[in-house]
């Protein structure tokens, strides 16, 4: 748990020697409690007391890294048990399970579905993060089913091996690209260990209660292994996420490091309903990496979206540059229609005007991310506001007229728009949907 300023002070020498830059060790203790200067600025820091620091400066989850590259996946470094408080910084991985049984032709058109499944979203690309194999053979098979996986996706890795030679041989081929390992349990921690340290990678631990988990951190940590990912085994969804929410608000709330690493779920269920409201559940609430066995289109969609949401400053809506945007060959002749810069409301808008194939412009005006009612009960979305983008914007010199087409919510700003802005102003339709059939009648 980071430390206050005070609490820094106390941990100095208290010489005021200035040698740091700063005039006394209590300024000193002040700058480092931000985090704006690096502990080695004080030459006469106790061994004890640098330790202290040092620990009281960890971050409550411990940041992983899977994957290498444009594939790396990072989970971890959370801050908070609620998105209001700030946000959730690393969003969850969503991953794959293959087995080794199928042939490897199989395998290779599996892995061509995978690799298709990217979507946008509000200008977002959205996509998952990682590739599960699991071992059904023997050693001899998962090898080659990790060599087919490794040679035809980009996305990280996750060996699940059912014995230690199989993971080894396994990792001889793949090690470079930092797989995930799983993993290790109270049977065999000091063995996969000696793996994990020697190919470098992060590993999975298995326990089923946070007791277990805790004692098998503590151990492995003792034997170098700091890279870890918590796993408490199949459960049903409640007692799972009592879990999760446990090991969360242990590690940010009691500071309790043998839980502090990120969450992992395997997701057994054939049911795709079923499996899309149980990953929807720990993306939620805590989940570091799921693995699911469905790759249909619209679960992973869903599941993508729902991460998307989770995962923005809930403090700071998504927006896209206030400017003239030009949809399809727009010419001179084009209409004009006015909406706001949240990124919601644009895609949305701009989504619509490509579906009726008239080539138009959307000005898109500043009303700090919000939408259309939003701002223009918050007075975002004025004429004055309008006006001000006209001119900014260069539309006047675009156009060859001076119609504006606006939103149908805010009709009630029409007159004042017209006669402040000297264009013609039109009412288009309330709802985004009604613009294709509203621009092929104009």
């Not at 899977?66 to 990072?74: A, F, P, Q, T």
Request: aromatic share 6%; hydrophobic share 40%.
């Amino acid at each position: 748990m980071a430390l206050s300023g005070l609490d820094i002070y106390k941990l100095l020498p208290k010489t005021n020697c200035r040698e740091c830059g700063f005039p006394t060790c209590l300024a000193f203790a002040m700058q480092l409690a931000k985090k704006a200067i690096a502990i080695d600025k004080c030459p006469y820091l106790s061994k004890e007391s640098r330790d202290s620091l040092e620990a009281s400066s960890l971050p409550p989850i411990r940041l992983i890294s899977i994957g290498e590259g444009e594939g790396k996946l990072e989970a971890g470094n959370e801050t908070v048990l609620f998105r209001h408080e700030e946000k959730f910084h690393h969003p969850c991985g969503l991953g794959f399970i293959l087995e080794d049984s199928p042939s490897d032709s199989e395998l290779k058109e599996a892995l061509a579905g995978i690799n298709k499944l990217k979507f946008e979203r509000i200008g977002q690309a959205l996509s998952a993060n990682l590739v599960a194999v699991r071992q059904n053979g023997d050693a001899k098979r998962f090898c080659e089913a990790v060599k087919v996986i490794r040679d035809n996706t980009g996305l990280a890795l996750v060996l699940m091996a059912k014995d230690t030679a199989a993971l080894k041989e396994s990792l001889k081929v793949c090690a470079q690209r930092k797989p995930l390992l799983y993993r290790a349990g109270p049977d065999n921690p000091e063995e996969i260990a000696k793996i994990a340290l020697e190919f470098k990678c992060p590993l999975v631990i298995l326990a089923q209660d946070l007791e277990g988990l805790s004692a098998l951190t503590t151990q492995l940590n003792s034997l170098g292994v700091a890279d870890l990912v918590l796993d408490t085994g199949r459960k049903p969804i409640k007692d799972k996420l009592w879990d999760f929410t446990q090991a969360r608000r242990q590690a940010l709330k009691k500071a309790n490091r043998s839980l502090g690493y990120p969450l992992f779920s395997v997701i057994e269920n054939d049911d795709p309903y079923e499996e899309a409201i149980e990953a929807a559940t720990y993306i939620c609430k805590y989940g570091g990496i799921v693995l699911i066995k469905g790759r249909s289109a619209p679960e992973v969609f869903s599941l993508l979206t729902l991460r998307q949401n989770i995962y923005t400053d809930p403090q700071k809506p998504l927006q896209i540059e206030p400017k003239l945007y030009s949809v399809g060959q727009a010419d001179a002749k084009s209409p004009v229609m006015v909406t706001t810069n949240f990124s919601l409301t644009y895609y949305t808008v701009l989504g619509e005007v490509e579906a009726s194939k008239v080539p138009a412009y959307i000005l898109s005006v500043d009303t700090e991310g919000m939408s259309v009612l939003t701002a223009w009960a918050a007075e975002k979305f004025t004429p004055d506001k309008i006006l001000a983008a006209i001119n900014k914007s260069g539309v006047k010199d675009t156009v060859k007229h001076n119609n504006l087409i606006i939103p149908g919510y805010v009709a009630v700003m029409s007159g004042d728009l017209e006669e402040s802005s000297g264009w013609k102003v039109l009412v288009g339709p309330k709802e985004a949907a009604g613009l294709p059939s509203f621009l092929k009648n104009l």
